[in-house]
């Protein structure tokens, strides 16, 4: 049986609207794939912070490892500093490595979008990686206890600084202590600090004076940071309470907040909203925001709305952010900024630093003006932490006055600032906002004005570095490697690719189709005829078979001998 032409062209038609059917779904699914990117619901499903995510558990124990590396400045020439024949001269030793284990405990959501918890820190010694051990080396280090004690009573009176250098005197206390690096970092037998846990049991709390065992004292504080816009959503849907109750609890945080962040920090995600219940530090002055001199005492200093723990950081980082980074051990908060981008692992990066005035307090500075106290700042690079010591003068910078006023480096021999040493950087995944490695450096030492005490007079007006610490994510896990590779590195390019392959099958189809409709058409509109091209002759050329068969075209006509027809130009 003989398929018929009409028959022909009708399946051609069909086969036209299949083609031009799958390629328009096929682009239309590489346009869904664009506009909806799994990649990205993927991360927001997987990587958002609600209650059995999987960044949640990795936030509540983070399997990461941080290490703290020591450094001391060991007193070398003793006798002839005291004598005041030499400039004091330090010699650095370490690092005493510590691993720090970090849990996020009671972790709480909460109805009005916050998370709360309370963030527990442990420190294991690490003998393969230190220089060794510190229950054992034992180094020359100014008597913190003492020299802290008579630069705190040179701030009073006269009389009241008289009075402290002769109550101190009988003790009998040497003013440079041959102690063990144990002693200084975790705490040593001190006569003023006993007599002061005895007589002050409520502010000096403790039994032994320790650099370490005072910067690490975070106690059990209570910490609540401001979950992302769809998290808060997803809480109040999931919730059990009304909905009139969360809608009212919804409006009056959200009009907290917005009160607070016309001139406060932003609130932003996974920033602090409370620690231990206030938004702000009450050792530099915050008060209650019903307090009648609120809008004057509350400043930059001391509030840390809007400020991070560090521990995570908001997603989608751009290169013109600037965070403030909180931890207790720092007594403020530390701004960091955007420096460069790179990779780490293969994976993209960027690479924020501590910025300049990180350390300072300067009268012309409205963000570090609130630092300085009775309009007298500290020099350049040194930040007080003397709030947070009972008010001993002790001040942080970046090691070795890094960053510094030059002069605080020259006066002490034994010190060389270097950036790549001593600068402060935190590498951050920029699309999911984790850190990735990290350096955090920072020094202590003791701020000396001595009165009133001829035997401390070498220490007079002095900036002395007792030790620096390098806080360190040197990398992270291979699980969270692979994950961070297969979502930012692999998965986007994969995508990409389907969104192309798909693309190109849909315009492939439809081009088909185009070309095979085409055809169809010129097929039909042509019509043969075969006698159009016999040229007519008084001859019968054609043979009778061939004639014939011609006839039947002609629908039964017969083919006629007619004369040839020759113009000429005539």
Known sequence: MTTTPAFSLVSKKKRVIKLCCLGVLFIMLAYAIIVIDPTEVIVEDKLSMYEGSYLNRLWKKPPLEVFISIYVFNVTNPEAFMRGEERLRVQEVGPYVYQEFLEHRNSTFNPNGTLSFVPVRRQVFVPE???????????????????????????????????????????????????????????????????????????????????????????????????????????????????????????????????????KEPIRDYSIDMWSGSPGLAHWGYVAKDHWDAQRRNTPCNTLQGSYDGSVFPRNISKTEVFKVYRKAFCRTLPIAFEREGDVDGIKAYWFSIQENAFESSLDDPYTSCYCKNNQC?????GDLSPCWYNIPVAVSLPHFYKGDPSLSQAIDGLSPDKAKHDAVIIMQPQLGIPMKANIRVQISLLTNISFNSELKPFHNTVIPLIWAEMSLEKLTPELILLLNLLFGIAPYLQMGFVCVLALLGVSLLATAALVLLCSTEATTFEYDPRKSIRYST????????????????????????????????
């Open 129 to 263: 990686r230190s220089v060794g051990d510190p229950k054992e080396d034992r180094i020359m280090i100014p008597n913190i206890a003492l020299l802290g004690v008579s630069s705190a009573a040179y701030r009073m009176s006269a009389f009241a600084a008289f009075a402290v250098a002769a109550a101190l005197k009988p003790l009998g206390m040497a003013p440079i202590l041959n102690i063990t690096t144990h002693d200084l970092l975790w705490g040593y037998d001190d006569p003023l600090v006993r007599i002061a846990s005895s007589f002050l049991p409520d502010i000096i709390h403790f039994q032994k004076l320790g650099i370490l065992d005072r910067m690490f004292d975070d106690g059990f504080d209570t910490v609540t940071i401001n979950l992302p816009e769809s998290v808060r959503n997803q809480q109040h849907l999931n919730d059990d309470i009304s909905d009139e109750l969360v809608e009212s609890l919804h409006e009056e945080y959200y009009q907290d907040v917005t009160v607070q962040s016309t001139k």
């Open 378 to 382: 500290l020099p350049k690079g040194l």
């Open 539 to 570: 001859v019968n050329m054609i043979p009778y078979p061939l004639r014939k068969e011609l006839e039947k075209y002609g629908e039964g006509e017969i083919i006629r001998r007619e004369p040839l027809l020759i113009e000429n130009g005539a």
